[in-house]
């Protein structure tokens, strides 16, 4: 992986110096670029998200900081295979999604839905965004599942350009990404 440009850092949520504070920042980041509280089909971004990924999927959510400001965050969701083909078919919404991953009590890693990539616009196109999910990706394979299936939702003119990116990066680690058809999303 090529280094982070001059003066950006990554941090997972998961590490003890990560205050609470900068978790709360990058949702409302991902708030502001995805707009879930105007869409019931996707996944809420509200203090009770950041809670349960803070407490149970922190590898997973990595902060993106320039010059030690929070300026965006990824996220991939360890999801079981029977969910991922549920959603992939729109048999799912992405909140449906989210609910049922919250009333598992157990964690299936077979598969990670790329649930978030959000940056703020002056960011973007450096790479960042791809090297975060790397990051969470490396965590994935070598504590999860050496072969998920990986899966995302590309809904927004940013994802489309970004996916091409994407689907290179992970095909170089041999991995194929799944992605859902559905322009938007059914119940």
């Known amino acids: 992986m090529n280094p982070l440009p001059d003066g950006y850092t ?7 110096a990560c205050p609470h504070a900068d978790a709360r920042q990058a949702a409302a980041i991902a708030e502001a670029c995805f707009q879930s509280a105007r869409d019931p089909t996707q996944m809420p971004i509200d203090d009770a998200t950041v809670a349960w990924l803070h407490d149970t999927v922190p590898a997973y959510w990595n902060l993106i900081k320039y010059q030690g400001a929070v ?3 990824t996220l991939i969701l360890p999801t079981s295979r029977v969910l991922m083909q549920r959603f992939l078919c729109a048999e799912l919404t992405e909140a449906e999604l989210w609910a049922a991953l919250r009333q598992t009590p157990t964690r299936s ?5 790329l649930a978030g990539a959000a940056l703020l616009a002056p960011h973007q ?10 990051a ?3 965590h994935f ?3 999860d599942h050496p072969r998920p299936d990986v899966y995302c939702w590309v809904y927004s003119e940013e994802g489309r350009r970004f996916l091409p990116v994407l689907r290179r990066g992970l095909a170089t680690r041999g ?3 799944r992605e859902r058809q559905s322009v938007a999303a059914t119940g």
């Open 10 to 16: 990554l941090q997972s949520v998961a590490a003890s």
């Open 71 to 73: 300026i965006g965050s």
């Open 109 to 113: 890693a077979e598969c990670g839905y």
């Open 125 to 134: 196109r450096r790479g960042l965004a791809l090297a975060s999910l790397q």
């Open 136 to 138: 969470s990706l490396d």
């Open 141 to 143: 394979l070598a504590h």
């Open 175 to 177: 991995l194929i990404l």
